[in-house]
């Protein structure tokens, strides 16, 4: 983030200049508090004569509202009160954030009528507020008047009106650091891959360190020893070496197992000899949104300081194009032992998570482990982009996914395993080879890394669609979504602390 607005929380007051924000339900209906601020009828002027009904996220802006000393009015629709989850408040704080102009204070009235906004829900929306707030813009050295007036309203002071300022400043540390671990995700997806090789990105998960999460940086000698045969060739055909890194936050009981993530981290995916068309190749620059978001989830959970031990794995690579790159038929021995006769150097993401899921299974025997990565092109044709692919040996598992992707609008759809996809990867040259056939591709992609979990709880999210290129929301304008964080954030609450 370049720079954020503040954010702080007071008592219901009387908003008397600056940018004053509103919250309408359905049919224009306002809370109380809403309507002293401009008085009952003013405000039911405004409604009637625009066509502005309260839809949940729509907004209607009006300036120096007669008999105020306000420079603008906002109005933001909360549709049906009593329907509102955690994402919508997102929602509606993003809304919001995009229309206080170039107001130096904005005051919030987070009221409803006939609803208790709590704490939670005016965190949720501060945090809205926050990442629609994000913008990648470290690169333009002539800002225009768009990057200009974006900073000016990131430099505004917000003050959310509350009911009780204390319960929502405690969960707005929560939140804070959900938008740090989100920031840091879009950031690492991003950044271009000249800037951001895999040594590059091992350098930015050192920096967990002053979060007091345990860093442990694998290259390739060590990675030869431990015998990622599989890892290793996807990065040979690269002038720049791999990593593997290892981060530990110890927040649960010292003897607990740790639950872990394990992400996909091709900081350039040209398919290798195998090599991609040319149109839309620049957009691989984010094919390791996986490791991204296993990153920006550790550095969350460890700076809200979660009662939990985690561990998260993330596996660095470039995927390249050279005279000593893996080619279409090579066999290659994983950690695992079992052996993967290469058909298309394109379908390298399984090969990475194939050493990184083994390893983490071997040395941390953890509850369960999650996996995110950028896979499939296939996972897009079935899903569209506003889904992540689900794949799970685990029901347990695969239900508190979904429920935390209901609650955090980061929604997961499971699809099917079984029998009749694993024998497609069969192959007479070796244990297995790396592509199927035509159809199911997003499927054979995920039993290719069944077969590297053991009987370990695991469940594969496929995040092609939904880590990078999603349409604008209201709570991201950036290329990068930074879809995972939220999500998995909410899994571990939810399910596994304390
Ligand atoms: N990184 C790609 C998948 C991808 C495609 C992610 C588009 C985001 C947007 C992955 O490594 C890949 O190339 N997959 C191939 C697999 C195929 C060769 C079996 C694909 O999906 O075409
Ligand atoms: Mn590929
Ligand atoms: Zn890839």
């Not at 625009?50 to 549709?79: C, H, M, N, Q, Y």
């Not at 967990?208 to 940086?217: G, P, R, S």
């Not at 981290?265 to 984010?286: L, Q, R, T, Y």
């Amino acid at each position: 983030m370049s720079k954020r607005p503040s954010i702080s929380f007071a008592k219901f007051a009387a908003v008397e200049n600056g940018t004053a924000i509103l919250l309408l339900a359905a049919e224009g209906k306002a809370a109380q508090e809403a309507e002293s601020v401009v008085g009952q009828a003013l405000l039911s002027r405004i409604i009637d004569v625009s066509d502005f009904k309260g839809k949940l996220a729509a907004s209607l802006s009006t300036l120096a509202p007669a008999g105020t000393e306000l420079d603008r009015l906002v109005l933001v629709g909360a549709g049906d009160p009593a329907r509102l989850k955690a994402d919508d408040w997102l929602k509606l704080g993003g809304s919001a954030f995009a229309k206080i102009g170039k107001a130096k204070h904005v005051s919030v009235v987070l009221a409803l009528p006939d609803t208790d906004v709590t704490g939670e829900n005016a965190a949720d929306f501060a945090l809205g507020m926050l990442l629609r707030a994000y913008t990648f813009d470290k690169y333009k050295t002539k800002k225009g008047r768009s990057d200009e007036e974006r900073e000016e309203k990131s430099s505004a002071r917000i003050t959310l009106l509350v009911a009780d300022p204390q319960a929502a400043k405690k969960a707005f540390a929560n939140a804070e650091a959900v938008a740090e671990g989100v920031v840091l995700a879009r950031d690492l997806v991003n950044e271009p891959a000249n800037i951001l090789g895999p040594v590059e990105f091992a350098e930015r998960i050192e920096e967990l360190k002053k979060l007091d999460v345990k860093v442990e940086i694998l290259d390739p000698k060590d990675m030869k020893k431990l015998g990622m045969g599989s890892l290793l060739g996807v990065a040979q055909g690269s002038v720049r070496p791999a990593r593997l890194a290892i981060m530990e936050w110890q927040g649960g009981k010292g003897k607990d197992a740790p639950i872990a993530f394990v992400g996909k981290g091709v900081v350039f995916d040209s398919g290798g000899v195998s090599i991609k068309p040319a149109a839309g190749m620049d957009e691989m620059k984010g094919d390791m949104g996986g490791a991204a978001a296993v990153t920006g989830l550790l550095h969350t959970l460890a700076s809200r300081k979660a009662k939990v031990n985690v561990v998260g794995i993330v596996g660095l690579v470039e995927n390249m194009v050279d005279g000593n790159a893996q080619r279409p038929g090579d066999i290659v021995t994983s950690m695992s032992g079992q052996t993967i006769e290469v058909l298309n150097t394109d379908a390298e993401g399984r090969l990475v998570l194939a050493d990184a899921l083994y390893y983490c299974n071997e040395r941390f025997q953890p509850k369960f482990m999650v996996n995110l990565a950028t896979l499939t092109g296939a996972i897009m044709v079935a899903l569209g982009q506003s889904h992540a692919g689900l794949f799970s040996n685990d029901d347990t598992l695969a239900a508190q996914l979904f429920d935390a992707g209901q609650a955090t609008g980061e929604k997961v759809w499971r699809m099917p395993l079984g029998a009749e996809y694993d024998k497609l990867i069969d192959t007479k040259n070796a244990d297995m080879k790396n592509i199927g056939t035509r159809f199911g591709g997003a499927i054979i992609a995920a039993q290719f890394l069944k077969r590297f979990v053991g009987d370990t709880a695991w469940a594969h999210l496929d995040i092609a669609g939904t880590a990078m290129g999603t349409p604008a929301s209201e709570y991201n304008q950036s290329w990068a979504s930074g879809f995972g964080v939220r999500l998995l954030d909410r899994l571990v609450q939810d399910n596994f602390e304390g």
